[in-house]
Nanobody, 129 residues
Framework: QVQLVESGGGSVQAGGSLRLSCAAS????????MTWFRQAPGKEREAVAT????????AYDDSVKGRFTISRDNAKNTLYLQMNSLKPDDTAIYYC??????????????????????WGQGTQVTVSS
């Protein structure tokens, strides 16, 4: 049974930090292109950060560049998102997603949502001013 389980969300004040985790099971995590997405109320789901299977490709949306860090531990089948200097605009539900059929060159931040095979249920992040 495939599972992606996010954790680490919560409520913080602007300027604070959170670390999200995504525990994967039921598939070969080390072969998956992984991305953190987020969806704010009334907005479309958007990709925040992507990491390739071995971690050699990493990319961020401009809105989080310099504040968020994506990483993965293939030995623990876990994806992370360290979020610093949080802003109210970062308030959203954060999802991790896995794409299994991508090459190194197709695993990119702009990879369409239809290419992702598995999604987590999401974790709420709320940033107050």
């Amino acid at each position: 049974q495939v599972q992606l389980v996010e954790s680490g969300g919560g409520s913080v004040q602007a300027g604070g930090s959170l670390r999200l985790s995504c525990a994967a099971s039921g598939f070969t995590f080390s072969s998956a292109c992984m991305t953190w997405f987020r969806q704010a109320p009334g907005k479309e789901r958007e990709a925040v950060a992507t990491i390739s299977t071995g971690g050699t490709y990493i990319a961020y949306d401009d809105s989080v560049k310099g504040r968020f860090t994506i990483s993965r531990d293939n030995a623990k089948n876990t994806l992370y998102l360290q979020m610093n200097s949080l802003k109210p605009d970062d308030t959203a539900i954060y999802y991790c997603a896995a794409a299994l059929r991508q090459t190194y060159y197709s695993c990119r931040l702009g990879l369409g949502r239809d290419n992702y095979d598995y999604w987590g249920q999401g974790t709420q992040v709320t940033v107050s001013s």
